[in-house]
């Protein structure tokens, strides 16, 4: 495979955004289909090998100092939301190529000293004040 020039790797890049913002709806998580008993000796999930009380669907995820949160979803909600999982592992794989792409464009990229263009901002350009002896104020 050829390296990419610049120009077709910003392209790219754009073509991936235009990606991203085509997603829709997402969200993290997963959601899992349980069963229960309900602890009733004399209901029909009390005897052996009757899977008990459901389907009920909860939708569960990470949250940073949380732990894990979690709800549960309403029979109309279940293929909703599990469209939603399923589109941010769409969004998650299309960051990673985004990530991967800008890592090119910015190696591709001439370094600050190279091309005047690409200096940082702040950074001067030209040649530096020299000191004729002198300490700098204070």
Not at 18 to 36: I, K, P, T
Not at 51 to 73: D, M, N
Not at 103 to 129: H, L, Q, V, W
């Amino acid at each position: 495979m050829t390296d990419l020039s610049l120009l077709e790797l910003e392209a790219e890049r754009d073509r991936l955004y235009a990606q991203l913002s085509a997603v829709g709806d997402f969200r993290r998580g997963s959601v899992s289909e349980n069963y229960r008993k309900c602890g009733k000796p004399n209901c029909a999930c009390a005897q052996p090998g009757h899977p008990g009380h459901g389907p009920r669907f909860l939708w569960t995820r990470s949250a940073r100092g949380r732990g894990t949160v979690g709800r549960q979803l309403a029979a109309g909600e279940v293929a909703k939301v599990r469209r939603e999982v399923g589109r941010h592992a769409e969004f998650a794989a299309i960051c990673e190529q985004i990530a991967e792409v800008n890592e090119k464009i910015c190696e591709a990229r001439p370094a600050a000293g190279t091309d005047p263009r690409f200096a940082p901002e702040g950074e001067k350009r030209g040649s530096a004040r020299r000191s004729r002896g002198r300490k700098p104020p204070r």
